[in-house]
């Protein structure tokens, strides 16, 4: 683990001195205490709004397209979120061979205790495994620090000894988190990674739809987001990214694009 300084945003110093500037004036003049707590509220539920936004990057960093070199060559970033399953993983294994594609596995690492085998395949095709936190809380973005350092270091703890490399990437479940979730990311060597399109078929029933969202607009850099785990099923109860991920890698192919796994992505 290779620990990076936690930088804040831009936006966080604004709100560190608006807390300073509503402390001094309710000090100088108690009396306006109403407004100066209204300040405070009113920026608590900005941070939280925000943190409702999955590719903001007014909390930090966020990595929401390939950098441009990459896009340049090409490529686009393919993800698979809340594996590995054992149904839908391998046969994701299976299409990304027979494709010649890349892709990395953000799983969760409670999955990913029950079946090693599964994340030491993914490893071994050349892929990447990623980081997705312990247990895919949906009370994530409602974490304080120590809730967050704990999902996400024993996320990278088991997930290091599974894939035998530390992950270089975290997404948090939904994509949603708070102010806090930086500089634990930091001191854990992370860095947040979201997309630029998703298809939803992890709620989405119909296949086409969820194409059509993946391959709208398509260009150079995109990175996409799919799930090998949480998948949705068709009406015939076959999951649907089984369906999508074929049509997806032709289309790449026939654009001239190429996909990869964030393993692309240069260290800072």
């Not at 194409?211 to 260009?219: D, G, Q, Y």
Request: glycine residues 8%.
């Amino acid at each position: 683990m290779t620990e990076h300084r936690w930088s804040p945003s831009p936006l966080l110093h604004a709100s560190a001195a608006l807390h300073v500037a509503a402390l001094a004036a309710t000090a100088a003049l108690p009396t306006a205490w109403p407004w100066t707590l209204g300040a405070v509220a009113s920026n608590h539920a900005l941070l939280g709004a925000i943190g409702l936004w999955p590719r903001s990057c007014l909390l930090g960093p966020n990595l929401r397209r390939l950098p441009a070199e990459n896009a340049r060559l090409g490529q686009v970033g393919v993800c698979f979120d809340d594996g590995p399953d054992p149904d839908v993983t391998p046969a994701v294994l299976d299409l990304l061979d027979h494709a010649k594609a890349k892709a990395s596995f953000f799983c969760i690492a409670e999955r990913a205790a029950r079946h090693p085998a599964l994340v030491q395949a993914i490893v071994g095709r050349g892929h990447t495994v990623e980081n997705h936190s312990w247990h895919h809380s949906h009370r994530f973005a409602a974490m304080g620090i120590r809730a967050i350092r704990r999902e996400v270091g024993e996320a990278q703890r088991i997930l290091t000894d599974l894939a035998g490399r530390p992950p270089r990437f975290f997404k948090p479940p939904a994509g949603l988190r708070n102010p806090l979730l930086e500089p634990a990311l930091s001191s854990f060597g992370l860095r947040l990674a979201t997309w630029t399109r998703r298809g939803y078929d992890a709620v989405r029933r119909n296949p086409v739809g969820v194409e059509r969202r993946l391959v709208r607009n398509l260009a150079a850099g995109d990175l996409l987001m799919l799930h090998d785990g949480s998948a949705a099923r068709d009406a015939d109860g076959r999951p649907v990214v089984l369906t999508v991920l074929p049509h997806l890698l032709a289309t790449l192919t026939a654009r001239r694009l190429t996909a990869v796994s964030l393993e692309v992505v240069a260290n800072d």
